[in-house]
């Protein structure tokens, strides 16, 4: 296994990034609305063995006080392999920022804690269940 790092969209299809999403357990990201998310991110990360997707990262910045890392992916079969390790890194380095913020399923929290992430207790967030996905006709 030879994973190579692309640090630009390209030409990622949505059902490629669907597809490793629903793998790795991330489903309810569907269509190319995923691909606009990650087309709308000023950076990512994706993780390629040959032609294969099978991993995928992105985050959101201001440049100057705050970042958010969005939506790191690693396909089952390339779990615990530094992939997301490696990603999660580019990210990092590319983030001239003094807060990183990212959503952590509790699962994985010790990864993110090894990265340096802590719980921060004044978060909220708003949830639109509605806007989860296109609307029909819209993909």
């Known amino acids: 296994m030879s994973v190579t790092y ?17 793998a790795a357990g991330l489903g309810g990201r569907v269509g190319d609305k995923l691909r606009r998310a990650f087309l709308n991110s000023p950076l990512v990360c994706l993780a390629y063995d040959g032609d294969r997707l099978v991993g995928a990262s992105r985050a959101i910045t201001d440049g100057e006080y705050h970042g958010l890392i969005y939506d ?23 983030l001239p920022v003094w807060r990183v913020m990212l959503v952590a ?9 090894s990265l340096g992430f802590g719980s921060y207790p004044d978060v909220m967030a ?10 029909a006709g819209n993909e």
């Open 6 to 22: 692309r640090l630009t969209l390209g030409n990622v299809s949505a059902r490629e990034l669907e597809e490793l999403f629903a």
């Open 72 to 94: 790191v992916a690693i396909h089952p079969d390339y779990q615990r392999q530094g992939i997301g390790q490696h990603m999660m890194e580019e990210l990092l380095n590319r």
């Open 105 to 113: 399923d509790e699962g994985v929290q010790e990864f993110y804690r």
């Open 126 to 135: 708003r949830l639109d269940w509605a806007r989860l996905h296109d609307a």
